[in-house]
């Protein structure tokens, strides 16, 4: 069949927003360097008009200037034009990718719901709960088993009066052992002698005679009574 009637041509994939406004950047950029070479010459001629007298000659590269500010103007006209034409496609473009993008997000959550669905089914409140009151029993039971651990054995029964008039001896016992009077002797002891023993005159820093053990002397009156 191929043979006789011949294969048709593929069908061209239809024109999208991308593809026409990449052309018509490129046109633009193309008319636009255009203008910058109408632009050099419109100066060369501006030039030359500057140093020219007036005259046919100068009228001629006048001539020649409005010639070139017309193409200007046309390929000016028409650069603004392509430019309108890329934003406003760039706009549908936009509008175009932001649809697309809602409609994939739409599909995505309901999936998602759809999913999430099915997983719901696959869960069972009653198990749940019945795992939460299993596990609660089990804790109860753990706190009796540790309870029945802790527990006392042979223990004497006291009475609640005794323990506490015990209680009050012992805090006076504490009182007493904590009397630290004691340590007042102690401080009121003398002081060492500040010569060595068996000198002559040995006296304490507080300036008290002592022996050569460091005690107080006692007076001679005193002895003599003695």
Do not use: W
Not at 59 to 64: E, I, M, R, S, Y
Not at 119 to 133: C, L, M, P
Not at 140 to 162: C, F, I, K, T
């Amino acid at each position: 069949m191929n043979r006789l009637f011949g294969r048709g041509k593929p069908k061209e994939p239809p024109p999208n927003l991308t593809d026409c406004i990449s052309g018509v950047d490129t046109r633009a950029e193309s008319i636009d360097k255009k203008i910058g070479r109408l632009d050099a010459e419109l100066k060369k001629y501006k030039d030359q008009m500057k140093k020219m007298r007036e005259g046919p000659a100068k009228n001629a590269v006048k001539q020649k200037a409005l010639r070139v500010l017309k193409q200007r103007k046309m390929y000016e006209q028409q650069y603004n034009n392509l430019q309108q034409q890329s934003f406003n496609m760039e706009q549908a473009n936009f509008a175009t990718q932001a649809l697309k993008d809602t409609h994939s997000t739409v599909q995505a959550m309901k999936m998602g719901v759809k999913e999430m669905k099915a997983a719901y089914k696959r869960v069972n409140i009653d198990d749940i709960e019945d795992v939460q009151d299993q596990l609660e029993d089990m804790l109860e039971q753990a706190n009796e088993v540790q309870e029945a651990l802790g527990r006392s054995y042979g223990m004497p029964e006291m009475d609640d009066d005794e323990l506490e008039a015990e209680l009050e001896a012992l805090g006076d016992e504490i009182e007493l052992d904590e009397d630290a009077s004691y340590l007042d002797e102690a401080v009121s002891a003398p002081n060492a002698p500040t010569k060595e023993p068996g000198a002559e005159n040995v006296t304490n820093k507080d300036g008290v005679l002592v022996d050569e053990f460091g005690l107080p002397q006692i007076p001679e009156i005193g002895r003599a009574h003695v």
